[in-house]
């Protein structure tokens, strides 16, 4: 390219940086004559579910055309809302982008500047790009899960902390039972 340009998706989140100078091919290898962004729709968004510990946080962009190549590589940013900002996982944010042949996600090598909340990674060709934060780890306390419930046997509900009607009787005949037999083999041992 004879000039930088910049290129800012319609949501204004994502921007392509292309720096003067730089070599910029489409698949065949014939030079761009433009560059596109914009956000994917859910049905274009590839499934994350084998990143390990990070989910997709949001912010899913399609690059075009697909399979331009770029030399040097080119800057992706994204400039997340101040009230968006809060909800990611500070510190644990990555740029991945979809390898199609290999059915995955990969890892881009990340900048994240926390005063301008703006994520920045280089790339070399377009593919569909995302954002990444950390997955939530539920820590003691935080389980959302209701806790187990006793019901007796006509299946109403025991208030919590208390038994059933049944409960208290078979604790006793176990107990009673083992009483018992503990006897029967300390007598038979005399």
Same mark, same amino acid.
């Given at each position: ?34 560059? !596109? ?25 399609l690059c075009g055309p ?100 049944? !409960? ?17 083999i300390y007598l038979k041992?005399?």
């Amino acid at each position: 390219m004879d000039e930088p340009a910049a290129v800012v998706s319609s949501d204004r989140i994502a921007t392509l940086s292309v720096p003067e100078g730089t070599a910029a091919h489409n698949s065949e290898g014939t030079p761009l004559d433009e560059i !596109t962004i914009r956000p994917a729709s859910p049905g274009e968004v590839p499934d994350a579910a084998g990143v390990t510990g990070f989910v997709a946080a949001g912010y899913t962009y399609l690059c075009g055309p697909a399979g331009a190549t770029f030399d040097p590589a080119i800057t992706l940013t994204f400039e997340i809302p101040a009230e968006k900002w809060k909800d990611l996982k500070e510190g644990d944010l990555t740029v991945r982008w979809y390898n199609a042949e290999a059915g995955r996600w990969e890892e881009i090598p990340t900048t994240i500047d926390y005063e301008t909340m703006t994520v920045t990674a280089e790339v070399s060709h377009f593919s569909t790009f995302a954002l990444f934060t950390a997955a939530q780890t539920p820590s003691a306390g935080d389980d959302d899960r209701p806790a187990a419930q006793v019901t007796d046997a006509n299946g109403v509900e025991a208030p919590r902390g208390e038994t059933t009607d049944r !409960t208290l009787p078979i604790v006793t005949g176990v107990l009673l039972i083992v009483v018992v037999a503990g006897a029967a083999i300390y007598l038979k041992k005399k």
